[in-house]
């Protein structure tokens, strides 16, 4: 199992706090009665977020496996769990 990268985990956490600060000021807006449409703009844009965090994960991954020396999957199979992958985050 291929570990991620220093620079990579540092771009995902970042992604990821903002994604948590997005969620607060979404139950803060139904705390607030704002409008459903507000909210689900917001929603979306979460989704959006965690969907290129997602993207960002999958693309470390493959980098990684392509360029490991040590790596014995064929790219056949690489392709096939790489696509299994993609498919989970959409």
């Given at each position: 199992?291929?570990?991620?990268?220093?620079?990579?985990?540092?771009?995902i956490?970042?992604?990821?706090?903002?994604?948590?600060?997005?969620?607060?000021?979404v139950?803060?807006?139904?705390?607030?009665?704002?409008?459903?449409?507000?909210?689900?703009?917001?929603?979306?844009?979460?989704?959006?977020?965690?969907?290129?965090?997602?993207?960002?994960?999958?693309?470390?991954?493959?980098?990684?496996?392509?360029?490991?020396?040590?790596?014995?999957?064929?790219?056949?199979?690489?392709?096939?769990?790489?696509?299994?992958?993609?498919?989970?985050?959409?």
């Amino acid at each position: 199992m291929q570990r991620i990268d220093e620079q990579t985990k540092m771009k995902i956490q970042h992604r990821l706090h903002r994604v948590e600060g997005q969620v607060r000021g979404v139950q803060r807006m139904l705390d607030d009665g704002r409008e459903c449409d507000e909210l689900l703009q917001q929603l979306a844009a979460i989704r959006s977020a965690v969907h290129n965090t997602a993207i960002l994960l999958a693309r470390s991954y493959t980098e990684s496996c392509l360029t490991d020396p040590d790596m014995t999957i064929s790219p056949r199979k690489l392709t096939d769990r790489l696509l299994h992958l993609l498919d989970r985050v959409d």
